[in-house]
């Protein structure tokens, strides 16, 4: 009972990324998803190592506190990188939409507004950073969150053009609200801001604040990957995800708020970084295939990676050019937008026919 | 042969979309293991969301419906997908996952949190692959295969979560004859062979007629008639159905007629 193997006459707007027939990898196995984690995990400390020592090896006056201070900042990279890839990975996946991300769906600015809100407010609240910081962020994203579903949404679902839109109205809003908390910012630390806005790794990040957003990514991580296996089920359609045993109401809700605590801590930390979120999953996804368990733990890993080695290029390169510091946002932002437009034009044709 | 128990039962189901403008007024239906039942209707007649206050993704404003003698809406999702399964009109496209895959995904119910397969799962979906012909494009990518063969892998992912129902919503309307002969065939098989309830909406009523076991007609969310194709195909109820006056054509050698429209 062999068919002509003819292609479906529709010509699907392929969403993700595409394996032949020839490399189709085997059924995921729990030593398959070990090995890999291993490996990268790996991989994850050596760039780190390695990034901590380019440009200040050979130097012999190098204190302590310097590499401390280095190691640190590495430590901040790759908690923002994984938080920032994880959650993007997890939004493109609920959403069956290869465009969404923290960044561009409004969600980081929305932390950003928290964030500015907070140091605003500095002046009259005694409330300590590591804590209010976060919380604030979290504030901001779970609104803008909230905003963009109830714009794009339609009886429950939603179209992909309508999630952008959504996310540039709420990006736009959320910029407004940030230049007018400018105006409220003390004049010497408007600089500050501004660096910080352009998503940029601070020099120095208080363990406190660090601690609690290393600990919001790694429950939030930790939330999706329990759900990964349920990314992959709707991918085939609420109905079928629903019938299969997918609590799709709640995985939303659950996946929703777990981006908004993992943006939430990225944004504390680094500022708005853009579109990481989009750039590596999709490299994930090409190199590894479209299962989500295994990119749940490839792109988190790479995330990390990915921003170190952009950070460590910022601090290499701005002497060369004659800036002290180039905010590893811009870095990311003149990767992510030519990134973005290939997708668009590439794997998004038609996919919101 | 054992009395037949009716698995899942509906009992005077109610439902509207909006308050004005009722979809279903009071339909009962029920299902037993061993039987194909084909749900007929003309479009908006209320088939489709007959199916989804089945699957219960939809929740009936009045009536009941029982899984197993259980209330649908007692169960959980998991617990349910166990006992129930679909399989959409059309297979998701744009997917990069290879058949076998997919099929695997049909474990999800039975499995740990990350879904992993274990060599149970894995027998489980080969047979399901067995049992619908799918196992020689297990490594194909479903976006590569055509769409009867794509169908029969959703069927297959199906069966891999062991359902004693299956809900189908119009699965050939997509497919050319031959296919939609090759899908109801399969599931008339498999009702009868696994055995279970499978339910499935048609928009075909000859196909329907010729291979269910049982045929519900409905207009207006209200049934019809409910029944044997033998006794079902009758010009008066299949007129009334459809609004449409209807000829009978005997075919030679089967006991159903053939039906079309004057």
């Known amino acids: 009972m062999s068919e002509p193997a003819e292609k479906p006459s529709h010509d699907d707007g392929n969403l993700s990324a595409r394996r032949s027939a020839s490399t189709s990898a085997p059924i995921l196995s729990a030593w398959r998803l070990i090995l890999w984690t291993a490996a990268l995990l790996g991989a994850t400390v050596a760039v780190a190592v390695a990034c901590t020592l380019v440009g200040v090896i050979g130097l012999s006056d190098i204190t302590w506190e310097i590499w401390a201070s280095r190691a640190l900042r590495m430590l901040t990279a790759g908690i923002v990188g994984a938080g920032l890839a994880a959650a993007g990975l997890a939004l493109q996946g609920l959403l069956r939409n290869p465009l969404a991300e923290p960044y561009i769906l409004g969600i980081s600015s929305g932390a950003g507004v928290g964030v500015l809100l907070g140091m605003a407010a500095a002046g009259w609240w005694a409330a300590p950073a590591w804590a209010s910081t976060p919380v604030l962020a979290f504030a901001g994203a779970s609104a803008s969150c909230l905003a963009v579903y109830l714009v794009a949404q339609r009886h429950g679902r939603v179209d992909p053009y309508s999630l952008i839109l959504s996310g540039v109205i709420v990006n736009t809003f959320n910029g407004a609200l940030m230049l007018a908390g400018n105006l409220y910012i003390d004049r010497h630390r408007i600089a500050d801001f501004a660096y910080w806005a352009m998503g940029q790794l601070p020099d120095a990040t208080p363990m406190s604040l660090l601690g609690v957003c290393g600990a919001c990514v790694a429950v939030g991580w930790a939330v999706l990957l329990a759900n990964s296996a349920a990314y992959n089920v709707l991918g085939l359609g609420d109905d079928v995800a629903a019938s299969s045993g997918v609590s799709v109401h709640r995985l939303r809700l659950v996946t929703f708020g777990a981006v908004g605590v993992m943006t939430a801590a990225a944004v504390a930390l680094a500022g708005p970084i853009g579109f990481l979120g989009l750039i590596v999953p999709h490299i994930c996804r090409m190199v590894f295939g479209p299962d989500h368990r295994l990119g749940m733990i490839i792109a988190p890993l790479g995330g990390a990676i990915f921003l170190m080695i952009a950070e460590t290029l910022c601090r290499t390169v701005g002497p060369v050019v004659g800036i002290s510091r180039v905010p590893v946002g811009i870095v990311t932002a003149l990767c992510g937008g030519p990134f973005f437009i290939f997708l668009l034009r590439t794997r998004f044709r038609r996919a919101g026919q | ?262």
């Not at chain 2, 498999?190 to 048609?202: F, R, Y």
């Not at chain 2, 008066?236 to 007629?257: E, F, K, M, N, S």
């Open chain 2, 1 to 262: 042969m054992t009395p037949e128990v009716d698995i899942l039962q509906a009992t005077d189901i109610a439902f509207a979309y909006r308050p004005d403008e009722p979809v279903l007024r009071g339909v009962s239906l029920s299902a037993a293991p061993g039987r194909f039942t084909c749900l007929l209707g003309s479009n908006g007649s209320g088939k489709t969301t007959l199916l989804r206050c089945l699957m219960g993704q939809i929740e009936p404003a009045s009536g009941a419906i029982r899984l197993d003698g259980k209330l649908l809406r007692d169960y959980r999702p998991r617990e349910l997908a166990r006992m129930l399964a679909y399989v959409p009109q059309l297979p998701a496209s744009s997917l990069a996952f290879s058949a076998a895959e997919i099929v695997l995904m049909g474990r999800y119910a039975h499995t740990g949190p990350l879904g992993l397969a274990g060599p149970g799962d894995v027998a489980v979906a080969r047979e399901a692959m067995k049992m619908t012909d799918t196992l020689d494009f297990a490594d194909r990518m479903l976006d590569e295969l055509s769409g009867g063969e794509a169908q029969r892998v959703m069927i297959a992912r199906a069966l891999a979560q062991q359902p004693s129902v299956i809900l189908l919503d119009e699965p050939t309307s997509h497919l050319d004859i031959r296919h939609q002969l090759n899908i109801y065939q399969m599931m008339r098989r498999l009702a009868h062979d696994w055995p279970m309830a499978v339910v499935c909406v048609s928009h075909d009523v000859n196909l329907a007629a010729r291979i269910a076991d049982d045929l519900v007609l409905m207009r207006r969310g209200l049934v019809v008639a409910a029944g044997s194709p033998a006794d079902v195909i009758r010009q008066d109820l299949l007129t009334q159905t459809y609004d449409v006056p209807v000829d009978l054509i005997p075919t030679p050698g089967d006991d159903v007629p053939m039906v079309r429209a004057k």
